[in-house]
T-cell receptor, first 113, second 119 residues
């Protein structure tokens, strides 16, 4: 059974810092891994999707890496800004159904000005 | 130009009532989903629909029934509402169900959510 864990559960940093969010999964047989952002009271916004054949993906100040063999992914945020404050979730496809996602419980990020 | 939209945004109702939440996507996607986010913010898949056919039905009570009148819509009907049904329900869509090491088409796009409160 696939389980997704995110550490830390919450993180508070001053503006401008670089930071790393961690995601681990128990079953390494995944097709891809997706990082989302959720703002309070809002839906999820897809940030990055890494296919199993890839080791990393970049979008602006975000860089996500994937190490399938060790069951880990990291989301690196460079030069953090107050607008980055949100909950970040990682998710992997579920078992034989590649569409259904299993989510971690998220890391709540607060960037202080 | 909202990609995935849900109505209503808030829904407050009494125990025992029957209610529906609507979802529409204008992305031309083949697959749609319903997720439930509980009070602890844990997000869990409920249903998947691919080309108007239910293909995965997670172990949710049969009081919940997804209905898809066409590829762009996936509505969630809930009968005999219970207190434990209170949560935020998210609709999502993706280009296809089956994944594969090809491109970004597996990305899921989420609606803004519907906060259901059962009194």
């Amino acid at each position: 059974k696939q389980e997704v864990t995110q550490i830390p559960a919450a993180l508070s940093v001053p503006e401008g810092e670089n930071l790393v969010l961690n995601c681990s999964f128990t079953d390494s047989a995944i097709y891809n891994l997706q990082w989302f952002r959720q703002d309070p009271g809002k839906g999820l916004t897809s940030l990055l999707l890494i296919q199993s054949s890839q080791r990393e993906q970049t979008s602006g100040r975000l860089n996500a890496s994937l190490d399938k063999s060790s069951g880990r992914s990291t989301l690196y945020i460079a030069a953090s800004q107050p607008g980055d404050s949100a909950t970040y979730l990682c998710a992997v496809p579920y078992g034989g159904s590649q569409g259904n996602l299993i989510f971690g419980k998220g890391t709540k990020l607060s960037v202080k000005p | 130009d909202t990609a995935v939209s849900q109505t209503p945004k808030y829904l407050v109702t009494q125990m025992g009532n029957d209610k529906s939440i609507k979802c529409e996507q204008n992305l031309g996607h083949d697959t749609m989903y319903w997720y439930k986010q509980d009070s602890k913010k844990f997000l869990k898949i409920m249903f998947s629909y691919n080309n108007k056919e239910l293909i995965i039905n997670e172990t949710v009570p049969n009081r919940f029934s997804p209905k898809s009148p066409d590829k762009a819509h996936l509505n969630l009907h809930i009968n005999s509402l219970e207190l434990g049904d209170s949560a935020v329900y998210f609709c999502a869509s993706s280009s296809r169900l089956a994944g594969g090491p090809k491109d970004q088409t597996d990305t899921q796009y989420f609606g803004p959510g519907t906060r259901l409160t059962v009194l």
